[in-house]
Nanobody
Framework: QVQLVESGGGLVQAGGSLRLSCAASGRIFSTYTMGWFRQPPGKEREFVAGISWSSGGSTYYPDSVKGRFTISRDGSKNTVALQMNSLKPEDTAVYFC?????????????????WGQGTQVTVSS
């Protein structure tokens, strides 16, 4: 069993930055993928970033955030961070941290077993 708790959301102006953090507890294996997803109001949950928990930590991003968002992990603290720069109003959403075993179809939220409660990010224009 894995528990995930996000923090760091808030209100920011367009062009600004926010750093989200996800604290993980429980048994996290090297085969796990950690992901960040977001869900804008009235829309489907979408993939934002992913990272392999194994050493080396391969990262994955959709084109919509590539170059603006950076995912990282700290194995010693069992945390995953999402650094978000050059934020846009369309980045406004509830952001979720998630975990799964393996990396197949890592961009699909339905393949993740463990989820945090989410944290609100609001970007004003």
């Amino acid at each position: 069993q894995v528990q995930l708790v996000e923090s760091g959301g808030g209100l920011v102006q367009a062009g600004g930055s926010l750093r989200l953090s996800c604290a993980a507890s429980g048994r996290i294996f090297s085969t796990y993928t950690m992901g960040w997803f977001r869900q804008p109001p009235g829309k489907e949950r979408e993939f934002v970033a992913g990272i392999s928990w194994s050493s080396g930590g391969s990262t994955y991003y959709p084109d919509s955030v590539k170059g603006r968002f950076t995912i990282s992990r700290d194995g010693s603290k069992n945390t995953v961070a999402l650094q978000m720069n050059s934020l846009k109003p369309e980045d406004t959403a509830v952001y979720f941290c998630a975990a799964k075993d393996g990396k197949v179809l890592l961009q699909l939220w339905r393949t993740y077993r463990y989820w945090g409660q989410g944290t609100q990010v609001t970007v004003s224009s």
